[in-house]
């Protein structure tokens, strides 16, 4: 469907959805972008799904501009606009992260649904199309009384519409229920079920000494997982660094709790950090084998060989198509002689 927006320069607009991001919503959407088919697991447990782990995920603009009543243009930005192709036909999702419940969030997830139904949406003779994405909301602070499920009503002459956003939360799994169903997109955010005992954690050494067994239990899982093939070193080392990240915020006042759990998850992967790995030639080479193909590929024009590296490393290792530039290093007049040929 064509935009047809004026042109921006002409027309106010703020952006607002910054107003709600926090370093979360950072880690939330490295996982989502970066480590994307960790999303499949949570859609089957949000929503019931049946993915098996090797569906294409194409990943929609996160920056949508709301039309207010005065004319005004709000720009909204949401954690992850999506669409699974499997087996069936593909399916739209819209997937927030909220630390804490807000009583503005169900209005900021049926603008952000609107509006990417209405950017994707088909104008066929004098019928406007548009499909609402499937909604869910992850909680990372949850209480009795935090909802199972959502609802907006959309009420016209004809009926009325239920939108569902269907719920999950974080503080709900254990350990071994995370590992069990493959739901390690929840593992950066798992220190949350531990949020109300942190301050007795940093002034009971013992205490301490059982929360860091359990984070040592996570990366034993992890590389085990790594060992198995079953994620990619990248995979393994971006939870790692998420969870680290997460970790530095939630516990930033709690110094005993951030240097011991800390050191357990950091350890040398965060002294040179994911991407230095593939820089060191890691991973059997693959990284400078790549660029080397890459760069050939730029020099004599071959547009197949250009694509068939980028694609290689991104199946290698489940990244997108500019997440692998970066990996190789591709400079930004090489970025663009690449978009041409894509």
Same mark, same amino acid.
């Given at each position: 469907m064509p935009d047809k927006r004026p042109d921006k320069s002409n027309t106010a607009h703020s952006e607002i959805g910054s107003k709600y991001a926090t370093p979360y919503d950072d880690v939330a959407r490295t996982l989502l972008n970066d480590c994307s088919p960790l999303i499949l697991p949570?859609?089957?447990? $949000?929503?019931?799904? !049946?993915?098996?782990?090797?569906?294409?995920?194409?990943?929609?603009?996160?920056? !949508?501009?709301?039309?207010?009543?005065?004319?005004?243009?709000?720009?909204?930005?949401?954690?992850?606009?999506? $669409?699974?192709?499997?087996?069936?036909?593909?399916?739209?999702?819209?997937?927030e992260v909220q630390s804490t419940a807000d009583n503005r969030m169900l209005v900021r997830i049926f603008e952000y649904a609107t509006q990417i139904a209405l950017d994707e949406g088909e104008r066929i003779g004098n019928i406007l199309e548009v499909t609402i994405p499937n909604c869910a909301v992850l909680f990372l602070r949850s209480t009795k009384n935090t909802p199972d499920?959502? $609802?907006?009503?959309?009420?016209?002459?004809?009926? $009325?519409?239920?939108i569902?956003?269907?719920?999950?939360?974080?503080?709900?799994?254990?350990?071994?229920?995370?590992?069990?169903?493959?739901?390690?997109?929840?593992?950066?955010?798992?220190?949350?079920s531990h949020e109300k005992h942190l301050k007795e954690y940093d002034e009971d050494q013992e205490k301490l000494s059982r929360l860091?067994?359990?984070?040592?239990?996570?990366?034993?899982?992890?590389?085990?997982?790594q060992r198995q093939g079953t994620i990619s070193a990248y995979t393994r080392n971006t939870i790692v660094e998420m969870t680290h990240k997460v970790l530095e915020k939630l516990a930033m006042k709690y110094e005993n709790v951030k240097k011991g759990v800390g050191s357990i998850m950091g350890g040398k992967v965060l002294e040179?950090?994911?991407?230095?790995?593939?820089?060191?030639?890691k991973s059997e080479g693959l990284q400078e084998g790549l660029r080397e193909g890459l760069q050939e590929g730029l020099r004599e024009g071959r547009t197949e060989t250009i694509l068939e590296n980028l694609k290689k490393l991104m199946q290698k290792m489940g990244i997108s198509a500019e997440k692998a530039m970066d990996l190789l290093d591709v400079s930004e007049e090489e970025r663009e002689e690449i978009a041409k040929r894509i």
């Open positions: 949570v859609l089957n447990e $949000t929503f019931g799904e !049946h993915y098996k782990g090797d569906e294409k995920i194409l990943f929609a603009p996160n920056e !949508h501009y709301i039309n207010q009543q005065d004319g005004e243009e709000i720009k909204r930005i949401t954690d992850s606009s999506f $669409t699974v192709i499997g087996e069936k036909e593909p399916k739209k999702y819209l997937f499920k959502m $609802t907006i009503r959309m009420r016209a002459s004809e009926g $009325t519409l239920p569902d956003v269907f719920v999950m939360k974080s503080q709900k799994y254990e350990l071994d229920e995370i590992f069990q169903k493959g739901l390690l997109f929840l593992l950066p955010f798992y220190i949350f860091e067994e359990e984070y040592a239990g996570i990366m034993n899982k992890l590389d085990e997982l040179y950090k994911t991407k230095t790995i593939f820089r060191e030639g």
